[in-house]
């Protein structure tokens, strides 16, 4: 393969990347990895980088036009970024004090229970009946977003906030120990436990790691593990991807979403798994 | 603050958020040209790009020598490298979060919410202390 070839090639899958990575509010490191690594015999440290180039790249392109949409609730991004950034400086502190493999292990097992339980709320359309939230009534949290499919205003009520900063700041340890962007921990959490919209999760949370990431991202190019040649045509990509994805995400029906999320969350679950049995 | 007055009929927070999103909107359509114009210049520079695969491996693999310091970047694009100027575009994408996270602040101090400004504010003091944190160990 040569280097224009393996550049053109890049770009196309990084736009598949991007596409789905703001759908689903993840950074697209799932795609992007295994792909420069398997198919182009890419070094794993560039890799790496490369997808953590990818995480803001989808988490900015795409936010843009959520933001504008109304489809990222602002004030819940913001507050919960607080637990996400305590929880990834927790991480960066733990590293090395903390076994990887049992964090393996607990990372899917979470995963295999999030998955059981969107799959259980596979059906329901918008949010389920509201229940009090004082923290939420003071912060303001419950907002509404305008859903193309639905072709309505869906207004919505956000719940128990105190368990969202506590996942988010499990999801923030989680990224800082083992450098997984933990978008597919974040959604969950706005989606099952918050009673967030899946669409405002998907949002929500591609706004958030994209700050997540940032501040990483600083350390990975100080530490030469950013090379240019390999993180350009992922950025271009992934921005073209996630300009694409964030037009489409109105026009997804609710159980779609869902349904795409579960089957990712049951496949990221098991290579935890895996990766924990094998040590 | 920089719409010119457009949108002065509209609600405060629809008006942040058109801001936000046009502080993302500038922060990746300026990354996305430099890196655009990075690569065509690393293969205007490098015409056996287009052929050969032993580039390919000196250029991706272990060991492969880029521009990863602020001081590196500079030097390349006064040399108006390509790969110089593609750092210079991934480094504009990674700083358009922070930004979007100080102008955040802004926006909320201009809203008088305070609480919201603080919360801002504390993530923005986090994200500057893990970067410092990281760089360090």
Known sequence: MTPLEFTLLAAVVSVAAGFLGSILGLGGGIIVIPALTLWFHIDIRYAIGASIVSVIATSSGAAASYVRERMTNLRVAMVLELATTTGALSGAYLAGRLGGRWLYVIFGVVMAYSSLMMFRKRHSEIAGT?????????????????????????????????????????????????????????????????????????????????????????????????????????????????????????????????????????????????????? | ????????????????????????????????????????????????????????????????????????????????????????????LVATPVARVAVSILLFLEERDRTYAAITAIVFLLLILSFFLGTVA
């Open chain 1, 130 to 279: 509201p229940r009090p939230a004082p923290w939420a009534d003071r912060l303001r949290l419950h907002a509404s977003y305008f859903d193309e499919q639905l072709g309505r205003e869906v207004p919505y009520r956000v719940s128990s906030t105190r368990l969202g900063l506590a996942l988010m700041y499990v999801a923030g340890i989680i990224s800082g120990l083992l450098g997984i962007g933990s978008g597919a921990l974040k959604v969950p959490a706005m989606d099952l436990a918050m009673g967030l919209p899946i669409k405002v999760s998907t949002a929500t949370s591609n706004f958030m790691i994209g700050v997540t990431a940032a501040a990483s991202a600083g350390v990975y190019f100080a530490r030469g593990d950013i090379d240019p040649f390999v993180a350009a045509p992922v950025a271009i990509g992934v921005l073209l991807g996630a300009a694409m994805g964030s037009r489409s995400l109105g026009r997804l029906k609710n159980s779609t979403i869902r349904l795409i999320f579960i089957v990712l969350l049951i496949w990221l679950s098991v290579q935890m798994l895996l990766r924990g049995w094998r040590g």
């Open chain 2, 1 to 92: 603050m920089g719409d010119g007055g457009r949108h002065i009929e509209r609600p405060p927070v629809r008006r942040a958020e058109l801001f936000l999103s046009n502080v993302l909107r500038g922060g990746v359509l300026t990354s996305l040209g430099v890196i655009l114009a990075g690569t065509l210049v690393s293969f205007f520079h490098h015409p056996e790009y287009v052929s050969s695969p032993q580039e390919l491996a000196r250029l991706t693999q272990a060991g492969a020598a880029f521009p990863h310091t602020v001081r590196d970047v500079v030097a390349g694009l006064a040399e108006l490298r390509g790969q110089a100027i593609v750092a210079l575009g991934l480094l504009i």
